[in-house]
DNA sequence: CATGAATGAGCTTTCATTCAT
DNA sequence: CATGAATGAAAGCTCATTCAT
């Protein structure tokens, strides 16, 4: 149904308004700074409208970080499964949809970083071991290119975490309106990511 | 007054205990996740008596967040001040002090990123300001190793900002009782450091 | 629509459940005396059940007295229009009808005296816009009374203001299941009134 | 030790401090309006400074309602003491020295009639008490001027509340530096007194 | 889905008051 | 008397949530 580079794209989320709203809110003053009141007038429904939809505010939090960690992982093994078998296509190809989706995700990123706390143990369980999915992606391509030789950086799994740090920390300061183009910024901490893992 | 290499040294804050509560509490549930009762829990005090010492919990997480960030500049300086005149040498002192105290103030660096949303607009302004004071002293090292030549990346604001994300980023995953060691973990994320401003 | 005399048949208020137990409440114990678990308790409510539907206390406060004294005012316009057109007729009915008022709204009255100092500055001055428009009323008869030769008193202000004080304080001993009948009380203050006049 | 027209003189009260500031602040903002914290800023005295001196904020309220009436008290005794022993003459210093109290007294009349209810039960009585002891002063005059003839009300115990509601009513109104002189005010109000009891 | 009313639990903050020094 | 620290109780108000219509 999906062309081959269709996790390059990004287009409006299409979450349902409920979602939607509770991503702005929860961006801009934390999951716990608001309020279903706010959430209900964000949306346009009434505060019964919202619990018509959700059981709790918690379970909000649940489905929006749910969706936005799966987006993650579903572009991340597109961008994979899309690349050249060896190791520098495919760090390419997966650390550039890193940084696509911090700067077109950004409010969702941003609210599952700093809200990973607020949710409930068995929500956090469930999240974190997405998370973990993820990231044990980039440490394979990475010891994989490490094998073959290809990167010469002497521990793998530091280099695996600064460059995700690296990529988590462009949601917080890109705008979409800013300075930086796209392609120039994927350019530039490409660069740097490959630096990091040691790619002459 | 003090020894030329201080800035390294970090002992227990000596926070007043409401300040250290604030910042476990923060820390763990952030500043609308954490009721003043709790606060009051966490000292041994009364309710009444933490309003005793501050006016409000926004002055609360003011002093705390003025506090981290003013230590976080007062050891930067300490560091650029004990280093020799070279860019390479005042880079170094500078990446190290930011990544050792991401690591001894983790806590103190996660309050101050995740809560700066939740501090009243005058506030905000002026912990901004003081965090681009911060900023800025990294901005002019790498520049003045671009202008040197010893740096070589073409984009020194990129860079400086990369850098910093991957300060920022230790905070949140760094342990004491982890596998890594400081003396490790610095060497690595310095030579990380030094490959994205492309020092050879 | 309404029948002429209207303005001296007094039912039960109809108060808001919660202006109601304002009411009681504020003429008790004072505004700051009244605590909003209170009236919730006198209401039946629970304390939020209040704030549904007042925003604040004073709010509460604001809207009582307004009641009264918009009451007041309608009453007092009501006995002058259903008077003849002789000074002394309308004085009549106005002092009967500030009278009956003082006697029949007792705790609103009370309450409006007491508790202007405890409405915020604007809310204050809206409430002595009205006062004052009521007070008006009285001067103006009384001028036209003198300047007909009907009344002889030679400062009609002083004895406008010494009417209203005499009504005011009425409200203060005042009791339905007292000695004094309605209409004995309405003839004595009404002679003393004229006396103050001076109408023979 | 006084002379004879000793009860019309007023000078400052000499109230100790802490009454003088209680004094102020509660004709402001009413006993349950007034923090014990207020109460030290205004005196210069620390809070505990405060508690020094009286056992608690209730007791300030008592001490001040009492020196308040037993002014009143004892300037009514010696207007009538030194007055001739008609009942006009006496009913005239009477009236002359309760206006005077109203007027020179204003916020120790104020606070008294309007923090009654803010006094606690035994308190309450000892205060109404005195204040019954005076107004029988005025009741007794005015019966002997009925029983000589000289007065010809044919309600005299209205006349009485009567007259005593227009004499607190002055409180709520006159200002020192307003437009009515103080022999105006008294001349007129004396006039008034005498209408309602019905002197020619 | 909306409206309107409602609430248990809990929030931040303040009160009068006390005690050690 | 001041300073400084402290507190039990309670204040005004808000929260997430629910229910009837």
Same mark, same amino acid.
């Given at each position: 149904?999906?062309?081959?580079?269709?996790?390059?794209?990004?287009?409006? +989320?299409?979450?349902?308004?409920?979602?939607?709203?509770?991503?702005?809110?929860?961006?801009? /003053?934390?999951?716990?700074?608001?309020?279903?009141?706010?959430?209900?007038?964000?949306?346009?429904?009434?505060?019964?409208?919202?619990?018509?939809?959700? /059981?709790?505010?918690?379970?909000?939090?649940? $489905?929006?970080?749910?969706?936005?960690?799966?987006?993650?992982?579903?572009?991340?093994? +597109?961008?994979?499964?899309?690349?050249?078998?060896?190791?520098?296509?495919?760090?390419?190809?997966?650390?550039?949809?890193?940084?696509?989706?911090?700067?077109?995700?950004? +409010?969702?990123?941003?609210?599952?970083?700093?809200?990973?706390?607020?949710?409930?143990? $068995?929500? /956090?369980?469930?999240?974190?071991?997405?998370?973990?999915?993820?990231?044990?992606?980039?440490?394979?391509?990475?010891?994989?290119?490490?094998?073959?030789?290809?990167?010469?950086?002497?521990?793998p799994a530091d280099a695996s975490r600064a460059i995700a740090s690296l990529c988590v920390g462009v949601a917080s300061?890109?705008?979409?309106?800013? +300075?930086?183009?796209?392609?120039?910024?994927?350019? /530039?901490?490409?660069?740097?990511?490959?630096?990091?893992?040691?790619?002459?």
């Amino acid at each position: 149904m999906n062309g081959a580079e269709d996790w390059r794209i990004y287009h409006d +989320q299409g979450l349902p308004r409920i979602l939607s709203a509770a991503l702005q809110a929860f961006a801009e /003053r934390g999951y716990h700074g608001t309020t279903t009141r706010e959430l209900a007038e964000r949306t346009g429904l009434s505060v019964p409208g919202i619990y018509h939809h959700y /059981r709790s505010k918690q379970d909000i939090l649940v $489905d929006l970080m749910m969706l936005v960690i799966d987006e993650l992982i579903d572009r991340s093994r +597109q961008a994979v499964a899309g690349a050249a078998v060896t190791p520098r296509a495919q760090f390419d190809a997966l650390v550039e949809s890193l940084l696509r989706f911090h700067m077109f995700r950004k +409010q969702g990123a941003i609210v599952s970083t700093s809200e990973l706390r607020s949710l409930e143990p $068995d929500n /956090r369980a469930k999240y974190v071991a997405r998370r973990d999915e993820q990231q044990r992606m980039l440490d394979k391509i990475i010891l994989a290119g490490v094998e073959s030789g290809e990167f010469t950086t002497p521990y793998p799994a530091d280099a695996s975490r600064a460059i995700a740090s690296l990529c988590v920390g462009v949601a917080s300061w890109y705008r979409a309106d800013g +300075q930086l183009s796209v392609e120039t910024l994927l350019e /530039r901490y490409l660069t740097i990511a490959e630096a990091i893992v040691g790619i002459h």
